[in-house]
């Protein structure tokens, strides 16, 4: 009688465990902002667009590089970046140049002027971003590489 309970107890907690829902992995940063700035490039750069990419690209740098997800504005939003160790200065102040001059178009009245390129722009900080953020990885790894030579 014990043995069919264990049994049927067993079985259970198998069918539980193979039947159970698995977490999803959910995509890398950098392939949510593409998939989001994708369908921006065939639309007409206007103050909503400006808007839209500025948003994609923030939440990137902010998943990127740990930052908090507040809502900033863009200086203080730079202000955080630049204050970042894994941003660097030069990728920090292309981004900040980037975003002051989408919040320039944006609030600024409606003259004609040549296209800002937004989306390609972003997209190219999202590349140097990753390189940065791959360029980390790598130093890390070449610290960490002595200790564990030392340690066999």
Same mark, same amino acid.
């Given at each position: 009688?014990?043995? =069919? #309970?264990?049994? *049927?107890?067993?079985?259970?907690?198998? %069918?539980?465990? /193979?039947? @159970?829902?698995?977490? +999803?992995?959910?995509?890398?940063?950098?392939?949510?902002?593409?998939? =989001? #700035?994708?369908? *921006?490039?065939?639309?007409?750069?206007? %103050?909503?667009? /400006?808007? @839209?990419?500025?948003? +994609?690209?923030?939440?990137?740098?902010?998943?990127?590089?740990?930052?908090?997800?507040?809502? *900033?504005?863009?200086?203080?939003?730079? %202000?955080?970046?630049?204050?970042?160790?894994?941003?660097?200065?030069?990728?920090?102040?292309?981004?900040?140049?980037?975003?002051?001059?989408?919040?320039?178009?944006?609030?600024?009245?409606?003259?004609?002027?040549?296209?800002?390129?937004?989306?390609?722009?972003?997209?190219?900080?999202?590349?140097?971003?990753?390189?940065?953020?791959?360029?980390?990885?790598?130093?890390?790894?070449?610290?960490?590489?002595?200790?564990?030579?030392?340690?066999?």
């Amino acid at each position: 009688m014990a043995g =069919a #309970l264990l049994a *049927l107890v067993l079985m259970g907690v198998a %069918g539980w465990f /193979l039947t @159970r829902r698995k977490p +999803v992995p959910l995509p890398a940063p950098e392939t949510l902002a593409r998939q =989001a #700035l994708d369908p *921006l490039r065939r639309q007409p750069e206007e %103050g909503a667009l /400006l808007s @839209r990419v500025s948003q +994609v690209l923030r939440h990137y740098l902010i998943a990127a590089f740990g930052l908090p997800p507040e809502e *900033l504005t863009s200086t203080e939003f730079c %202000g955080l970046l630049r204050e970042n160790q894994g941003a660097g200065p030069e990728l920090s102040a292309g981004i900040a140049e980037f975003l002051r001059r989408c919040d320039e178009r944006k609030f600024a009245p409606a003259v004609p002027q040549p296209a800002l390129g937004a989306v390609e722009q972003a997209l190219e900080f999202i590349e140097a971003a990753e390189r940065r953020l791959a360029e980390s990885r790598q130093a890390a790894q070449g610290r960490l590489s002595p200790a564990r030579k030392e340690s066999q």
